[in-house]
């Protein structure tokens, strides 16, 4: 069994530089249907990918 993933952009977050710190970001999901959403996280040495589960 194959499972295929399309990936399309539905929203960006945070696009631009910071300076160094902690931030927290929210996504209100709340007109984003159920499913598996992936995020990335980079900078100039770290890219980072991971997902997220909206249920309701």
């Known amino acids: 069994m194959y499972r295929f993933i399309l990936l399309r952009e539905v929203a960006a977050l945070v696009n631009g530089v910071m300076q160094p710190g902690l931030y927290d970001v929210e ?3 709340h007109n984003a249907p159920n499913g598996v959403y992936y995020y990335r996280l980079s900078t100039e040495t770290f ?3 991971k997902k997220c589960v909206v249920l309701r």
């Open 47 to 49: 890219v980072e990918t």
């Open 27 to 29: 996504w209100d999901a």
